[in-house]
């Protein structure tokens, strides 16, 4: 009896050693009201009490971020450091307001925003990449046994100024976090309990996803799955920090995990996304010579142009190339602006554009090891009369350009035709 003690209360002393930093992050959706951040504290009180440190990352009100933007689009004046401090303050309303919700409930805890850390960025606006977070005062936090809350997609660049990181950036700050803490684990708490073998709000039969790689997520985020902002997955990947997609509702529920042990069951393909707001673009009769698409590019690109999909064909005989590439549809307007301002240096006849358009992509690592799947892809279009315009691949994933239309019915196609409605 006198050994079983001295072992209980040795396991004991180690459980006590050993607690765990944990980052949670609460999206607009579960702190969209007041009602909700007590709610949303409720959880940070039950990892709090089960002995772990944390850091609780926020991000604004669902709908507050639009807002602000909003009031400083009206203005018409471009200054981009001011547009960062308006617009990066909906998240300190919710850092302020989740602490008080945790003092209330006898968890001690202080906000933190951006500068206060410092979470150090580079230099530009709107679109900051996050170089450096230095945990000290955080670390100094856990000591006097507090909750740090962080509000999410902000920072301070070298010249002390606010900046945001990008939209959806607090998932990134919650990784970024993790990562200089060597957390155990961050947490993204969302309205959905994980990721989907498609957006359940329009495909049916559906299935929760329990494990991701962090290359299947990069994919399915970029490609249109929303749970996850890209950068912050790319982040997590590099910086190996594992990230569950857990959801508020239901906070028992370990959600998705996504991380890079993913052993591989025979699924060629694991995700069907989508996204409708794509434009294509096409330059007819471009010259063809060396550095007319390096020409092209440089110019969108230095306009922060996010150009997708390219596809070029040449005619030998005329020395002439068509140039089709796709670019959001909110950076249509301005990308054809550009391109006409190109034609005193590059020589093409005319710019074509197309909008209702939306690209829909299988991924899966399993592709990698599994010939045919683009066959049976385009196959399963066919079948359905969707007709692709565009078409293209990485090693992991497959995306087609189709009239906008037809968005539902080929991912629920595509959905069922590669089984992802039986696992
Ligand atoms: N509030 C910011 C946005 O709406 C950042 C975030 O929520 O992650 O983009
Ligand atoms: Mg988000």
């Given at each position: 009896?006198?050994?079983?003690?001295?072992?209980?209360?040795?396991?004991?002393?180690?459980?006590?050693?050993?607690?765990?930093?944990?980052?949670?992050?609460?999206?607009?959706?579960?702190?969209?009201?007041v009602e909700l951040i007590e709610s949303a504290a409720k959880i940070v009180k039950s990892e709090y009490e089960a002995g772990n440190n944390l850091v609780v990352v926020v991000s604004a009100m669902s709908g507050a971020t639009n807002i602000l933007i909003d009031h400083v689009n009206k203005i018409n004046y471009d200054d981009d450091s001011e547009y960062d401090v308006v617009v990066s303050s909906g998240e300190q309303v919710t850092a302020g307001l989740m602490s008080i919700c945790l003092n209330k409930l006898g968890v001690p805890s202080r906000?933190?925003?951006?500068?206060?850390?410092?979470?150090?960025?580079?230099?530009?606006?709107?679109?900051?990449?996050?170089?450096?977070?230095?945990?000290?005062?955080?670390?100094?936090n856990f000591d006097d046994k507090k909750v740090a809350v962080?509000?999410?997609?902000?920072g301070i660049s070298s010249d002390g100024r606010i900046t945001t990181i990008g939209r959806g950036g607090s998932d990134n700050t919650a990784v970024y976090i993790a990562a200089a803490l060597n957390a155990e684990r961050c947490d993204i708490y969302t309205d959905v309990d994980g990721v989907y073998t498609s957006d359940p709000k329009m495909t049916k039969n559906v299935k929760r996803l329990d494990k991701v790689s962090y290359e299947e997520m990069i994919e399915m985020a970029s490609q249109g799955a929303k749970v996850l902002q890209t950068a912050s997955?790319?982040?997590?990947?590099?910086?190996?920090v594992d990230v569950n997609v857990r959801s508020t509702f239901n906070p028992k529920d370990m959600g998705?995990?996504?991380?890079?042990?993913?052993?591989?069951?025979?699924?060629?393909?694991?995700?069907?996304?989508?996204?409708?707001?794509?434009?294509?673009?096409?330059?007819?009769?471009?010259?063809?010579?060396?550095?007319?698409?390096?020409?092209?590019?440089?110019?969108?690109?230095?306009s922060s142009v996010n150009v997708d999909m390219i596809v070029q064909n040449n005619f030998i005989e005329r020395k002439m190339t068509n140039l089709t590439f796709t670019v959001p549809m909110i950076e249509l307007e301005r990308s054809i602006k550009l391109l006409n301002d190109l034609k005193q240096k590059i020589n093409f006849s005319k710019v074509l554009e197309e909008k209702n358009l939306s690209k829909v992509s299988i991924i899966g690592s399993g592709m990698r090891n599994q010939p045919g799947i683009?066959?049976?892809?385009?196959?399963?279009?066919s079948k359905n009369n969707i007709n692709i315009e565009v078409i293209s691949t990485s090693e992991i994933k497959i995306s087609v350009l189709i009239n906008r239309e037809k968005t539902?019915?080929?991912?629920?196609?595509?959905?069922?035709?590669?089984?992802?409605?039986?696992?």
């Open positions: 009896a006198n050994l079983n003690s001295q072992i209980t209360s040795k396991i004991y002393l180690i459980t006590i050693i050993k607690m765990s930093i944990l980052v949670l992050k609460f999206g607009g959706t579960s702190v969209a009201s906000s933190w925003m951006g500068w206060q850390i410092p979470i150090i960025t580079s230099d530009s606006h709107r679109n900051a990449v996050i170089k450096r977070v230095i945990p000290d005062a955080i670390l100094k962080v509000a999410g997609f902000q997955v790319e982040s997590a990947m590099k910086h190996d998705t995990k996504i991380s890079n042990d993913i052993e591989s069951d025979n699924q060629a393909v694991t995700g069907v996304a989508y996204s409708k707001d794509e434009a294509k673009i096409t330059l007819i009769d471009v010259e063809d010579k060396p550095g007319v698409a390096a020409e092209i590019f440089n110019k969108l690109a230095e683009a066959a049976k892809m385009f196959d399963c279009l539902e019915k080929a991912v629920s196609e595509l959905h069922s035709t590669f089984n992802l409605d039986k696992i």
